[in-house]
Structure formats: structure tokens, C-alpha cells
């Protein structure tokens, strides 16, 4: 009569491990970001440039100012996508959804070309906030397309919304940039996402917003759980499914539009992701999402170090790198198994 | 008195040639001559071409951009009432426009080593059906190239006499020997010019640029690349900005074709491991767009200004 609890007990103990394993990989990622670069700095100045920093070494100030914030963007961002990606797929019970099918890169991404075509800003840190404020209207507008008619914002109607939306906010997008190559010469590095050139000040600016977004999407696992049975069952079991996904999609708006803000729109990471997460885990929130959130950053990271080396001088951006990777690792996963159906 | 009669028999010239219907012909940059029954009076010229023609006096009836004209630095100061503009971004000319204008004669000006005209094959493409197309070459120093212009000009009906040019040129003489006794009063400085972006910092090689190598024969220790990007970019050495200090110089020479260039460097927290940005010795390099005397001066004045002021002892 106990076997399924220890069944259960064991599963968790398996699991933890996992996460254990996955944090340790994402420290050993980290450590090799902060030792990567076009310059080659010796292990142990990298660490005299944390543990006793020198202002006068140019190699310190390299990896204080360079690769430090880089590394941590990269942590933070990953982990973001990861997440997002995955409450977004919870809640809209759709395997496609991403920042991406909500408006939310779209939405983004047009308030910084209307920033730079028609206000002059050139600079990465209003960018910042010109991104946010982008993907928070965009997610509005389609939550509300979406809520039209009698049956509210169903998961479909939602990712209809989104599509629609996300190809009305790209032409005007592209109807800017094609009469602005000015606007297209700033903005091009920036739309293909990009942990390079950031500074610590732009950690400082998103960080409040991912923590805040991670605790709020953390805390609806259980929801996501209710949502997956179904809208009729997860109704039966007494929970306010529209106010689980309102719950689940701010969760998300602030995830992806802090992340789109700081690193610029990134494919793939939080679509991939949480799907090879639900594959190690099984299904049940309360180990996807983390695991979502410790595998994202490993992925992002380690495709930064990589578009840092593949062509030197020169790098690759991370987008490009993690769309390489990203795709063809996405059409494997769903020639090999069939997406679980959410 | 002979000088007199001089006068009066270019007037003479200059007014009675062209009622002649005199045969006009021109051979361009491309090696290719054009020859028309008449001096073509009806120009449609690349924005560099106007900015080379219009202060020798020969208006274009049109002018075709690689960017919306207020950002076009080549016709920054210039009077362009009157003039349509066809076009406002590289490769892009409006056909419809151009065609109203009726033009005699298109000019460009033709770049060697990607063997095309300004604007590229598709602003080729649409103009030559319309008229015929010349130019001068981009060459290896923008001195030859306004003396091209003027040769151009005067075959075009300019009086090269006019005390404005005659101005502009004695203007730029000045701050040509200005910039050369700076120069010469620090043999020593080092010089690098730059182009920042928001992924990498790229080193420019003097070679590839006409006023680069102006400045060089004047006196200045330009910094060439050791290797110039070989694919696409054949005018810079990309590196990444944890190199910034690759090449390091006192004087640190900025693409001024837009103004967020300089912005973007110094946002770069790694600008500053080079010598010259650390101590602010920064001033604008006129990237591949000076085509007359009078913008020369100007930029000249600058770079002097820059020089004079400079340490000369900050790079090994």
C-alpha cells in the first residue's frame, strides 16, 4: 500500500537530483563565459578580477566590465525565456507558444524602431524601457482581441490573437525600416538578440522585474497543473481558470518583456526548452518550471561562448546561434517522440 | 590689358559655346567616354557628385541620396532649393521622378573595387535606360578628386574664376598648411581611425580611404590594420571591443557620418583601454564623404584643433 508514495518519493528524489546535476552544469557554463572571450585571459586572473579587483589591469576591467555583465545578462535572460516559454505553453495549453506567438518580441521590438526612427534614441538603456513598454501593450492588445466574443480568451483565440497581431506590429516594423535604413543600421544588432555590450546598469534595470516575474511564475504551477486537466475539469476542481491564465500570462509579460529588453528578441529558447524539460520531468509544473528555468540559461550561455569563438575576430550573435541550434534540436524532439499533448 | 581681352574672350566663350550646340564628351571613371550633341544642361547627380559640382557652380536638376538628405553629410551646408530629391536611401532611386526631370546626363561617381556606380547595380540598372550615366572614380586622394570635379565642371559650362571658388580653395590651402605644421610639430602622435559599433570596434585601413590618405601624405602617423577583413569589408579590421586597445594611439579619429557612431563608443565601457579614448583625444574623421573645398577646410580645422591639442606620449 505504500509503493506509489515511495514510487513518489523516489521520483522526487530523482528529479532533485536532476536540478542538483543542471545547477552544477550552469555553474561550470557560467565559470567558462567569464573565461571565453576574443582576448585571452588566464583562469586565475579571472578570479583576481572577482576576489580583488584592480582597476588598473586591463584584463580586470575586461572581465568586470565585459564579461561579468554578460555572464549574468545571460543567466538572467536564460532563465526568464525558459520560464516564459514554459507558462506560456501551461497556460495557453498550446506546445508552440513562445514569447514570440503572443506579440510580446513583436511588441517589443516596435517600440524600439518608433524610439530610434522618430524620438533619436541610440543607446542600449532606454532601449531598455522602450522594450517593455512595447511588449506590455502588445500583450494587452492581444489578450483583449482575444477576450472579444462570448467564450473570453480561450487558449486558441489567443494564439490567433497573437499571430495576427504579431504580423500587423511586423509590417509596420518593416515599413519603417525599409524607408529608414538609419533606424535599420541600429536597430539590426539589437533585433537579432545579443548579450554583447551590456553593461551592469541594464542588470540592475530588468533584474526587479525578473524576480518579481519568476516568484509570480513559480507560484502558478499549481494552477498550470489545473489547467492542463482541461478548462471543464480544472472548473469541477473549483479553480477560476481565467484568473489562472491572467495570472500565468502576467507572469509571462514580465518575463519576456524584461528579457526581449535586455537582450533583444531571442528565438527558440523558451519553445525548445520547456519542451525537453516536460521530457526529463513528466508532466506537472512543479518540476518543469524550474527545470525550464536551470536548463534555458545553460542553453543560452552556452550557445553565447560558442557564437563568441566560431568566427573570430569577429562573433556571432547568441540569436543566430541559439535559432542553429534551437531548430534543427526542435525538429528532432518532434520527429523522435510526439509532442505532449498540452 | 592682355589679361582683359582674356577675360572678355572666356565670357565671350563661355556664353557663345553652348548656342553653337557644341558636342560634349567625357570619359568617366569606367574608362567609358560619353559623347553628346550638346553640354548637357538637365544633371541628375549621386549626392557625393553634387556635393563635388554644386559649390563649382553647376547646379543638378536632381539628386539622388544614400539617406534621407539631412543625414547625407556629403551635402551638409549646401543650397539644395530647387533641386528634387529621387532618391533617399542606398540603391534606391525614384525611376518616375527621374524620368520628369528629363535628364541630359546622369553623374556618379564610379568605385573600382567593387566595379560599380554609386547607389549599386540596381541605381545603374534604373538610371542608364534614362541617360546616359559618367562620374569621376573614388580615388586615392579627395584633393585629385575635386580637381576631377573641376575639370567635370568646366567641360559642364563652369567658371572655375569665381571668387567663391577661388575662396573655398585658398581657405582650404590655409588649413591644409595649418594641419601640416601640426603635424610636423608632432612627428610623434599616432593616429587611428575607428568606426564603432555595438559588436565590435572597426580599425579602418588608410588605404581604402581617399582623405585617410590625404592626411597621411600631410604628415600624420596614420595606424594601418595587420589585417583588413577579407570578405564584404574590405575597408576595416573588425575586432572585438575586449581588444579595443589592439592599436593603440594618441589621437583616435571617429566616423563622423552619423553622430551616434561616437555615442556608441563611448558607451563601450572597454573604449577607454585604448590611450587616446582614455584621455579624450577624440575628434571626427570625415569618413569617405569630403568632396569640396570648403567642407575640407572645415574638417581640416578640426583635426588641427585636435592635433594641436593632443599628447603626443600616450601610445608606446
Known sequence: ?342 | MFRISALALCLLAGTALPSFAQAWSYTGGDGETVTLDAVPTRIIAHQDAAAGLIPLGIRPVGIYADSPIEAAKALEGLDLTGIEIVGTAWSEVDIEKVAALDPDLIIGEWWDRNGAWSGGADVEAALAPLAPLTGVAASDSIVGMIEEYEELAASLGADLDDLAIARSKADFEAARAGFQAATAAKPDLKAVAVYAGADAIYFADPAGAAELLDLRSWGLDLISPEGVDAAGNNYFETVSWENADKYPADLILVDNRSASTLQTALAQPTWTLNPGAAAGQVTDWPAFWLRNYAAYAGELEKLTAAINAADPDLAP
Not at chain 1, 158 to 187: F, K, M
Open chain 1, 1 to 342: 500500500m505504500t509503493a506509489p508514495v515511495s514510487d513518489r518519493g523516489r521520483k522526487a528524489a530523482r528529479l532533485g537530483l536532476g536540478l542538483l546535476l543542471l545547477a552544477m552544469a550552469l555553474v561550470a557554463i557560467a565559470l567558462l563565459s567569464l573565461t571565453t572571450g576574443a582576448r585571452a585571459i588566464p583562469a586565475e586572473t579571472v578570479w583576481g578580477a572577482l576576489t580583488a579587483y584592480d582597476p588598473a589591469s586591463t584584463e580586470h576591467r575586461i572581465i568586470q566590465d565585459l564579461r561579468l555583465p554578460r555572464t549574468i545578462v545571460g543567466l538572467l535572460v536564460g532563465a526568464a525565456l525558459g520560464l516564459a516559454g514554459a507558462v506560456l505553453q501551461g497556460a495557453t495549453r498550446n506546445p508552440l507558444a513562445d514569447p514570440s506567438i503572443l506579440g510580446i518580441n513583436a511588441g517589443a521590438a516596435l517600440a524600439v524602431v518608433l524610439g530610434v526612427a522618430f524620438f533619436g534614441m541610440t543607446q542600449l538603456s532606454t532601449y531598455v524601457w522602450l522594450a517593455f513598454i512595447g511588449a506590455g501593450a502588445a500583450m494587452l492588445v492581444v489578450y483583449a482581441v482575444a477576450s472579444l466574443g462570448r467564450e473570453g480568451a480561450t487558449p486558441v483565440k489567443l494564439a490567433l490573437a497573437g499571430a495576427a497581431i504579431t504580423a500587423v506590429l511586423q509590417s509596420i516594423i518593416n515599413a519603417i525600416l525599409l524607408t529608414s535604413p538609419r533606424t535599420l543600421d541600429e536597430v539590426r544588432f539589437w533585433q537579432v538578440g545579443s548579450l554583447a555590450g551590456r553593461s551592469i546598469d541594464i542588470v540592475f534595470q530588468v533584474a526587479p522585474f525578473l524576480a518579481l516575474g519568476a516568484v509570480l511564475a513559480l507560484a502558478t504551477a499549481r494552477l498550470l497543473d489545473g489547467l492542463s486537466m482541461g478548462d471543464d475539469v480544472a472548473r469541477a476542481l473549483g479553480q477560476r481558470i481565467g484568473l489562472s491564465r491572467g495570472l500565468a500570462g502576467l507572469a509571462a509579460v514580465i518575463l519576456a518583456g524584461a528579457a526581449t529588453a535586455a537582450a533583444g528578441p531571442i528565438a527558440f529558447v523558451g519553445l525548445t526548452v520547456p519542451h525537453v524539460a516536460r521530457a526529463v520531468t513528466g508532466p506537472g509544473y512543479r518540476w518543469i518550471l524550474p527545470y525550464s528555468m536551470v536548463m534555458a540559461p545553460i542553453l543560452l550561455l552556452g550557445a553565447d561562448v560558442v557564437g563568441r569563438v566560431i568566427s573570430p575576430p569577429g562573433e556571432v550573435q547568441v540569436g543566430i546561434v541559439t535559432a542553429f541550434i534551437g531548430a534543427p534540436f526542435f525538429i528532432a524532439l518532434v520527429r523522435r517522440r510526439k509532442l505532449a499533448a498540452l
